[in-house]
């Protein structure tokens, strides 16, 4: 049963339902009695104010609205406001029929007779003739072109609707999207169809008032005469001034808001279902070419030269010179470069990669404020060389291809500013200080230089922005001097490594699927997707790189996969398998330079607590809650500080049934900890335990 949220009062006393619940019977109730009940004018003055006000909030809405769905409650409103319209008129009707004679132009209250005066100029001529042309924009253009609008998104959007959802199926079928994905987006097929219908309906409302406006316009003019004449005595002129003028402003008080609403209905009846900013996208697709704005600069200077006044055609063609010039300068601002997997020059070893501007792919975005777009800019590029050089180093290290590198300038962001974000998610934002270079230790060397401190997002390790001017006193061979182009890089490394599994798609794993089938089709034929189809495989390797293990080679994974084909449906279970079968290559990763495998072990009675927390899910080991083991995340980071300092990996060994459930708590509050199982690293060589993590914890419950 659905009830309203009440509020809740300090003695803890819920309140009664939300004020708002009754904002919609208020009004209804209150347009009945306005239509039953006379109304003093100054009510109505009142309720023809909030009428304006309602219609403008309608149309900034509609113009803010990124999607028509953001506004799905317009239809429902569109009625209501209609509805509110012609009560008022009503009202105002039946002031200017029973008190014109006596209040003459202040009948129907102040605001119609502001209308009458100042909107029409205190002219009957101009008012009348100002009624008729906004009557004629709103019935005969707009409120025409948004029902046929209407009609045609109704159409497709119901048309459309069988078909996207078998789409949907199949995607939900091939393992591309899971059922909680597909559940959003068929409700949001189903509003959008919803929302179009409606708004095919609701649109008659408003060519419907047009046209009632119009008749109640002619009907307050005639009768008023009839009544002021006949029935009160009035002399033919004064009958026709006063009445007029009150018909006027009545119909233009009514006129400009409907015309408001009108405005906003096709606003978002002709918007695509694409979530973008409006007035950007106009900006954007009107006034970002400097060719065609000089072109439309040139056109207005050579009008000038004719009978046509050359101030305003000289002042606009200047404004549009103008905005051509920074037009120009910001030229990247909306351009897209991206770094593809091909060689630019031999100069550059075979691995800087081409740059150019395309529209689609942006998982991997990096903003850069004014005064980095140069590293991007230019024959030199230095940023796009290192991004090219990134690329291929995570091929070979991880068996991922990094997707396309987005590249575009934001001048919202400081001059030395950059943000990366991958998937829409803004990950890194950090201001590169001026005049300086970051010192990035490559050896297990102690940094002792002055400067600004930092860590290296890879490793977790101090670094240090120093004085460009001191670069010659830095040992290279203990240090790396990473420029603003470097450090970029590094960052995108860092985010590119922490967000491995969602960069790697369904489409991706298909694809090297089918490079595996070049080299070894038997293989492939006999597996795929006889005994694993492609889901279940790229679920699996988004497992392995969310932890850092590299998916090549891949026909070693996908016989490891194969064998344990019984466990397709629990992805942890069967990534904790393929793991046992890459083990060497996992521990040889996590091994410092001399070779040792330093390793931090948990107590004996945290394993106990750790086994009591986890509870078996179709997934795998799940724990119920990580907040208390924070505590032990926080443990286990002091204990492996000394390793990362001499630049080790930090590596926390616990029981192979708790692996995955301490991998999940480490995720969330130590992400670089390496987590091992005892069944991964037995049988290793030069494992050193450097420490025994301990931490009182609660009882369980």
């Given at each position: ?326 037009s120009a300068r910001g030229k990247t601002r909306h351009s897209e470069v991206t770094v593809q997997g ?360």
């Amino acid at each position: 049963m659905s009830q309203s949220i009440g509020t809740q009062t300090a003695g803890g006393r819920a309140l009664p339902a939300h004020a708002l619940d009754y904002v919609v019977p208020a009004a209804i109730l209150l347009a009945v009695m306005v239509m039953l009940a006379p109304v003093p004018a100054g009510i109505v003055d009142v309720l023809l104010a909030a009428n304006l006000t309602v219609s403008v909030l309608a149309l900034l809405g509609a113009l803010a609205a990124k999607t028509p769905l953001e506004m799905s409650v317009f239809p429902t409103f569109l009625l209501g406001s209609t509805l509110m319209r012609l009560v008022l008129n009503i009202a105002t009707t039946r002031l200017i029929l029973t008190r014109a004679t006596t209040d003459g132009a202040g009948a129907a209250g102040q605001v119609v007779e502001a209308f009458g005066e100042f909107v029409a100029a205190n002219n009957l001529v101009v008012g009348a003739v100002i009624f008729a042309i906004i009557a004629i924009i709103q019935f005969v253009v707009i409120t025409a072109g948004a029902t046929r609008t209407s009609e045609v998104a109704a159409r497709f959007a119901l048309d459309g609707l069988p078909g996207r959802q078998m789409a949907i199926d199949t995607e939900v079928q091939a393992g591309s999207l899971s059922r909680e994905q597909a559940r959003v987006m068929r409700q949001e097929l189903q509003s959008h169809a919803d929302f179009f219908s409606s708004m095919d309906g609701a649109s008659r409302f408003i060519r419907g008032e047009a046209v009632a406006s119009v008749i109640i316009t002619m009907v307050n003019l005639f009768a008023g005469l009839a009544i002021g004449v006949i029935q009160d005595g009035m002399p033919v002129s004064l009958a026709i001034e006063v009445y007029s003028r009150l018909t006027i402003g009545d119909g233009l008080v009514s006129a400009v808001p409907a015309l408001f609403v009108s405005v906003a209905t096709g606003l978002l009846i002709s918007r695509s279902s694409q979530a973008v900013d409006l007035s950007r996208e106009l900006g954007r697709q009107f006034a970002s070419s400097p060719r065609v704005l000089m072109i439309a600069a040139c056109f207005l200077s050579t009008l000038a030269f004719t009978n046509l006044p050359p101030v305003p055609l000289l002042s606009i063609s200047a404004l549009l010179v103008g905005l051509a010039f920074i037009s120009a300068r910001g030229k990247t601002r909306h351009s897209e470069v991206t770094v593809q997997g091909q060689s630019k020059s031999q100069k550059s070893g075979g691995i800087s990669e081409v740059v150019e501007t395309i529209t689609g792919d942006d998982r991997v975005l990096v903003e850069l404020g004014r005064q980095l777009v140069s590293l991007i800019a230019g024959k030199q590029a230095p940023l796009l060389d290192r991004t090219a050089r990134l690329r291929h180093e995570l091929a070979s290290d991880l068996g991922l291809m990094l997707p396309k590198i987005r590249f575009c300038d934001d001048f919202s962001l400081p001059d030395n500013a950059f943000r990366v974000s991958i998937l829409g998610e803004s990950l890194v934002e950090k201001e590169i200080p001026k005049n300086r270079l970051l010192a990035v230790p490559v050896t297990d060397a102690v940094l002792n230089l002055d400067g600004i401190d930092s860590t290296n997002p890879l490793n977790g390790r101090r670094t240090i922005w120093i004085d460009a001017g001191l670069s010659n006193t830095v040992s290279t061979a203990d240090v790396s001097l990473l420029d603003a182009a470097g450090v970029i890089t590094l960052e995108i490394e860092a985010v590119a490594r922490l967000r491995a599994d969602e960069l790697l798609t369904h489409d991706d794993t298909a694809r090297l699927i089918e490079s595996l089938k070049v080299s070894q089709p038997a293989l492939v034929e006999e597996f795929v997707p006889n005994v694993l189809k492609i889901s279940h495989i790229h679920r699996v390797l988004q497992s392995l790189l969310r932890e850092g293990v590299p998916i090549r080679p891949l026909s070693t994974l996908l016989e490891l996969m194969a064998d344990h084909a019984e466990l397709a449906g629990n992805v942890t279970q069967m990534t904790e398998q393929v793991r046992l079968g890459i083990a060497k290559t996992i521990c040889r990763r996590a091994r410092n330079k001399f070779g040792k495998l330093v390793v931090v072990e948990m107590a004996e009675a945290l394993h106990q607590r750790l086994r009591i927390k986890i509870e078996e899910t179709v997934q795998g080991n799940a724990i119920r809650s990580s907040r208390e083991w924070a505590r032990v995340a926080a443990e286990v980071r002091r204990a492996t500080r000394p390793t990362i300092e001499r630049g080790g990996v930090p590596v926390l060994v616990v029981p192979s049934n708790v692996r995955a459930a301490t991998r999940q708590v480490m995720a969330v509050h130590y992400p670089l900890a390496t987590v091992l199982s005892e069944e991964e690293i037995a049988g290793e060589k030069g494992v050193e335990v450097f420490a025994t993590v301990s931490v009182e914890l609660a009882a369980a419950a």
